[in-house]
């Protein structure tokens, strides 16, 4: 016969060795974001003659003219409007810490591909959650911003509805003696039909490389010219080899410091010809996240311009500390918190029946130990497939030295505790919150009392 008389004083002991080693190499399982900003809105300028473009549009301001500079560029959003959009709103709550001068994007900023009153809706947000930047921000169109999905197809599907309401297709305008130049690459071909998978449908128009060219002139004398696309076509393979053409002309300018893509949702970057190419992933847009440090990430790009050279660097979205934020109180309540060893408590240990079946509502405490409301989220698991929950987690708002008791019911079938059997192990994932902002604590993790036989 098998017993738990050591399981009970074994676990107790690794739950608090949890809650203090293992709890410190886990990520945190919550995040939030905040629109909060500290200073004023950076000044904008009129058009006026700084901007340059062939096409109408929504008129759009410039920033002021300065020296020196930084600006930052957003990658891809689309990904469903509401998962996408707060990951985007994360975004431009870090960009407002960093205060650069503008904003660029490159393409696909809205999920589209529908017919215009739900494209209508999804742009209204996707400006409004923009409009919370404190500098000014641009606009790139990608391929869910002009493509139409449905029946009474127009000629041009979504491009007028663009150019109202976000800008011309393509524009450039000049900042500090340097240019910016914005292209579409969604125009398709002479039977206006477009996709992107298909050579034949990934050329420039001659209207817009004339009009290319008679910028890149305008531009001879610029620091730097960046320019902004959203299809990579420098990569070939489904764009087909028009893009040699518009490299060829962007070498010969002499002054292209970097060109910046999207839509293939992960980071790469490919130099030629003293040209910098870059494709950011996403900020907001659906992502795999294969490997976050090799660039399948949501995060945006900064750019600091200086004479005779950039610096780029990515930053993850959510990554960017508001130092303003961290007051004595939060540094003070996030160590006890994070200190804290003794935050779960259960009502009793687990009954395991002699032939080793679970069937228990299993009820666990957890007392918020700081001076401040904490949102906590509990999820029972396991390493034994053996073992299931119902349900699978559970959250809570726990005021300042209050408590939270929920049940889960935990459910074993009948079979022996051989080798490869392990406990029920709770993990505890906590954030700290403030009226602006929350701040993830590491998780904790106990083992359950009792949900593990030893062997005599």
């Not at 957003?74 to 960009?95: H, K, S, Y």
């Not at 128009?205 to 009009?211: G, K, L, P, V």
């Amino acid at each position: 016969m098998q017993t738990r008389t050591t399981s009970l004083f074994l676990f107790v002991v690794l739950g608090l060795l949890a809650d203090s080693a293992i709890g410190q190499a886990i990520a945190p399982v919550t995040h939030d974001r905040h629109t909060h900003s500290h200073n004023q809105a950076h000044p904008r300028e009129e058009a006026g003659d700084r901007f340059h473009t062939s096409r109408d549009g929504a008129p759009l301001s410039l920033p002021a003219e300065d020296e020196a500079f930084t600006f930052v560029i957003f990658g891809d959003r689309t990904g469903g409007p509401n998962e996408g959009i707060d990951i985007l709103a994360q975004a431009v709550a870090d960009t407002n810490l960093l205060e650069p001068d503008l904003v660029m994007t490159v393409g696909d900023l809205i999920d589209g591909y529908n017919q215009t009153p739900d494209w209508l809706k999804q742009a209204e947000q996707y400006k409004a959650v923009m409009g919370e930047l404190l500098c000014p921000w641009f606009p790139v169109a990608g391929n869910h911003d002009v493509y139409w999905r449905g029946p009474n197809r127009p000629e041009g599907e979504h491009e007028e509805n663009y150019e109202m309401h976000f800008g011309p297709l393509w524009y450039a305008f000049e900042h500090k003696d340097c240019f910016f130049i914005v292209l579409y690459s969604d125009e398709g071909d002479e039977q206006d039909r477009r996709g992107f998978r298909q050579p034949s449908m990934q050329r420039m128009s001659d209207e817009q490389f004339s009009w290319l060219e008679e910028t890149l002139g305008k531009a001879e004398e610029a620091k730097h010219v960046f320019v902004f696309l959203h299809h990579p076509r420098w990569l070939g393979r489904g764009y087909g080899e028009h893009w040699q053409k518009v490299h060829a002309l962007l070498v010969e300018a002499g002054n292209v410091s970097g060109v910046f893509a999207g839509h293939i949702h992960h980071m790469r970057y490919d130099p030629k010809d003293n040209i910098e190419y870059f494709a950011l992933a996403t900020a907001g847009g659906y992502q795999p996240g294969w490997a976050p440090r090799a660039g399948w990430l949501h995060h945006f790009t900064t750019v600091t311009v200086r004479e005779g050279q950039i610096a780029v660097a990515s930053i993850p979205v959510g990554g960017v500390i508001d130092s303003r934020g961290i007051t004595g109180e939060v540094s003070e309540q996030s160590e006890v918190l994070g200190r804290a060893r003794t935050m779960m408590s259960f009502e009793q240990p687990m009954q395991i029946e002699e032939d080793g079946s679970v069937l228990q509502d299993l009820t666990v405490t957890i007392t918020n130990p700081a001076s401040m409301p904490i949102e906590i989220e509990v999820i029972p698991t396991s390493e034994d497939s053996r073992w299931n929950a119902l349900p699978d987690h559970r959250h809570a708002t726990i005021k300042p030295g209050g408590q939270a008791t929920m049940t889960f019911r935990i459910v074993r079938a009948a079979g022996l505790f051989d080798t490869t059997a392990r406990p029920v192990v709770m993990r505890l994932g906590i954030d700290l919150l403030t009226d602006r902002m929350r701040y993830a604590i590491p998780v904790k993790q106990m083992a359950v009392p009792g949900s593990l036989i030893l062997s005599e």
